[in-house]
Each structure stands twice: as structure tokens, then as C-alpha cells.
């Protein structure tokens, strides 16, 4: 199989200032955060909010070089130390927002929307190394985080509808609006889930069919060369189009990818190689990959979705 890629640090090591600046920098937004939950002012709120993305992004691009030079396992924890504080901070924004109900319903329905459109608009990326070990956690979460944004957008829109200057006579109107979204809200929740499970079952099978096709071909006879060939082709034309979806929603422009593309291209090398040349050590490496595909996706395996 082939190893994990760390992008290697060329020179003297960096000082560890660099660490300690950057813990500064995330110590700072935490006190940020935590003064401004303790107040109820909403200029307040929005001035934490500022400055504490502008040190974020300081103490990023302070670190970056020392973590660069770390081992592959400090990789796998430092690669996804921002999408821990992407979740931290739509938890203390979700937080803070409740906390202005019921006075003031409009600041929290500003700030649920502005979390749904942070999602959509494609927030914190999830980080494309190590995409076969991460890809189980994937399927998990990409999916809850969906839901979650969905729910911070229709309860804001709800605050928000709630609280407009419409004639009593219109409430129970209202009322069916507000209803309707929610309903609406648990549909989009439940397909969304469905949709998970119906992936990982796809990718499962199709991974399957993937491997037995490449031992076959390796182990086959001469004369049926061709005829295996041509199957494991086909095999991987229909693993190749379920790679492409994206987990949690149906448009291609917005979502997160099963394995990133530059992974998936990998694959497609290492599979066209191991069909051309049977038997080669590709072969042994593209069936190493559609394992780690299938065991990823095993907890998910849901045949009736």
C-alpha cells in the first residue's frame, strides 16, 4: 500500500516561538469568546467575532511552519485541529445567539442564518490528507454538521418570521409558515441521513466488485485476459462515478468529496496500471486501497436506504 504523503520541511527547524505564539493567539479568542457569552450586547458579540478571526488567522499562519516540520502522526492531529475549532466555534456562536432569546429573537435569527450560509458558502475544508483513514469519520460527521446547519437556519428563519410586525389576524398563518418549515427541516434531515447510508453501501459494493475483478484478472487464465479486462474496466468506471458524489448533498459545487480528487486520480493510476500489467505490484497496492474503502464504509452499510 502505498504510504500517507507529509510534506516534508526543507531547512532549520522553526523556533518554537511560533508554538507558543500561536497557543497565545487561540488563548486570546477563548477569552473573547467566553466575555462575549457573559454580556448581552450584540456590538459586542460582533466585535469578539472580528478579532477573534483575525487571530485565528494570525496564529495560523504563525504556526504553520512548525507544524509543517512535524512526524506523520503529529500530521493527523495537526490537519484536523481546524475543523475541531470550526465545530468549537459554531457551538459557542449557536451559544451566544440563544442567549439573546427571547428579548431579542432577531440578533439570534441573524446570527442562525449567517451560520447556515457560513455552511453553505463551504466553511472550514476538510483537510485531504490521510482521505482513506479519515474517510469512516467522514460519513459521520459531514452529515451531522448538514443537519446541524439546516437546523441553525430554520430556527433563525423562524425567529426571524416570528418576529415581523404582522396584523394578529394573520397569525395562525404564521404560525402554518413557521410549521411548514420545520416539517420541512426534519425531511431534508432524514434524506440527508439516507443519503449517507445509501453512499457508503454504493461505494461498498462497487469496491467489492472492484477487487474481486482485479484477483481475478491476476489470477485468470491468458486466454480470458480480455474478457476480465473489460470487466474490471467497467468496475471501475461505476466506482469512479460514486467517488465523485459528495457525501451529504447533491450538488457537486457544494459539499464534501468522499476522497479529494487528487486522491481519487491517484487511485485511477494505480487501478489502470494494475488492470494493464495483472499481477504487478499495483495490484496488490489497488486492492490494499478498495479494503480501506470498504472497511470505512462498513458501519454504514444500509441495503434497504
Excluded at 482521505?131 to 430554520?154: D, N, S
Amino acid at each position: 500500500m502505498l504510504p500517507e504523503p507529509v510534506s516534508p520541511w526543507s531547512g532549520a527547524r522553526p523556533a518554537p516561538w511560533r508554538l507558543w505564539a500561536g497557543a497565545t493567539g487561540i488563548g486570546a479568542v477563548v477569552v473573547l469568546s467566553v466575555v462575549a457569552l457573559s454580556g448581552t450586547s450584540p456590538t459586542l458579540f460582533s466585535c469578539s467575532a472580528v478579532l477573534s478571526a483575525l487571530l485565528l488567522l494570525g496564529s495560523y499562519w504563525v504556526v504553520k511552519p512548525w507544524c509543517v516540520a512535524r512526524s506523520e502522526t503529529w500530521h493527523r492531529v495537526i490537519t484536523f485541529v481546524p475543523m475541531t475549532a470550526y465545530v468549537v466555534t459554531l457551538g459557542s456562536v449557536v451559544v451566544a445567539a440563544v442567549s439573546f432569546l427571547p428579548d431579542q429573537p432577531v440578533v439570534t435569527g441573524l446570527a442562525l442564518v449567517m451560520i447556515w450560509v457560513f455552511h453553505v458558502g463551504g466553511g472550514v475544508r476538510e483537510p485531504t490528507s490521510f482521505a482513506y483513514e479519515r474517510l469512516r469519520g467522514r460519513l459521520t460527521w459531514t452529515a451531522a454538521l448538514q443537519v446541524a446547519a439546516m437546523c441553525c437556519g430554520t430556527v433563525g428563519l423562524v425567529c426571524l418570521i416570528r418576529d415581523l410586525p404582522i396584523p394578529g389576524r394573520y397569525a395562525p398563518a404564521v404560525f402554518a409558515t413557521c410549521l411548514s418549515v420545520v416539517v420541512g427541516l426534519v425531511v431534508a434531515s432524514s434524506k440527508v441521513f439516507a443519503r449517507v447510508r445509501k453512499l457508503a453501501t454504493e461505494l461498498d459494493d462497487r469496491a467489492q466488485t472492484m477487487e474481486r475483478c482485479l484477483d481475478r484478472l491476476s489470477r485468470g487464465a491468458v486466454v480470458d485476459r480480455r474478457r476480465l479486462r473489460d470487466a474490471a474496466e467497467d468496475a471501475w468506471d461505476a466506482l469512479n462515478r460514486t467517488l465523485r458524489n459528495k457525501v451529504e448533498t447533491g450538488f457537486h459545487q457544494y459539499g464534501t468529496f468522499v476522497i479529494p480528487s487528487d486522491t481519487r486520480k491517484v487511485l485511477e493510476r494505480l487501478v489502470t496500471e494494475a488492470i494493464n500489467n495483472p499481477g504487478a505490484p499495483s495490484y496488490r497496492d489497488a486492492v490494499a486501497q478498495m479494503h480501506m474503502l470498504r472497511t470505512a464504509c462498513r458501519t454504514k452499510i444500509d441495503t434497504l436506504a
